[in-house]
């Protein structure tokens, strides 16, 4: 029964809730439930809440900082089997492909900060988020000219493009647009944190 359910599911994949709905001949908000039901509440979505314009007003924000709010992923392998939402591979690179050199709604110098010194500020992380002595090296090279993201809802399983060189705590991890192999990465975390 498991795997009847798990393949039954399977067919969802990129599908809208209506969509789901006419494909089980059920109402939007039964299919939410059965599914929710019959997949052990591991159901996935992805909501659209915030309108274009909406964005653009919290870009403006003098205190918006970034991020992706996703997990890291890669399109191969088991990843394959969902499609996350496509901030998952092109958060940072739709910041500033799209809303710093398309739309010039926020300059460069924002989006940057908003990206490194503040979140790490208000996390009140140490000795990261800006080029300084004595802090870790943690360094990405692009081209705002050609950074862009390439993800949809459709195909989130896409890399952004335009991303030359990463160096993380010292070591490059990207070199010309291509990884390394190095896993230079550790545990980054704030003033709440207790070791066990």
Request: aromatic share 10%.
């Amino acid at each position: 029964m498991f795997y009847e359910e798990k393949a039954y599911l399977s067919n969802t994949k990129g599908k809208t809730l209506e969509e789901v709905a006419k494909i089980r001949n059920e109402s939007p908000e039964g299919t939410a439930i059965d599914l929710t039901m019959e997949d052990s509440s591991r159901v996935e979505c992805v909501y659209f809440m915030m309108t274009e314009d909406n964005v653009k007003k919290q870009l403006l924000l003098p205190y918006m900082s970034f991020c992706s709010d996703a997990a890291s992923l890669a399109p191969e392998g088991d990843f394959l089997k969902s499609n996350p939402h496509p901030r998952a591979y092109g958060s940072f690179a739709r910041l500033l492909g799209k809303y710093v050199r398309e739309e010039k709604v926020i300059p460069l110098e924002k989006a940057i900060y908003g990206l490194t010194t503040l979140p790490v500020t208000n996390l009140k992380i140490q000795r990261r988020g800006a080029l300084k002595k004595g802090y870790f090296a943690d360094v990405v090279v692009f081209n705002p000219d050609n950074i862009q993201d390439h993800a949809t809802f459709k195909e989130p399983h896409q890399y952004s493009t335009g991303m030359a060189d990463v160096f993380i705590n010292g070591v490059q991890v990207l070199k010309d647009g291509e990884h390394t192999g190095a896993t230079p990465g550790r545990f980054v975390h704030g003033p709440g944190w207790k070791q066990p």
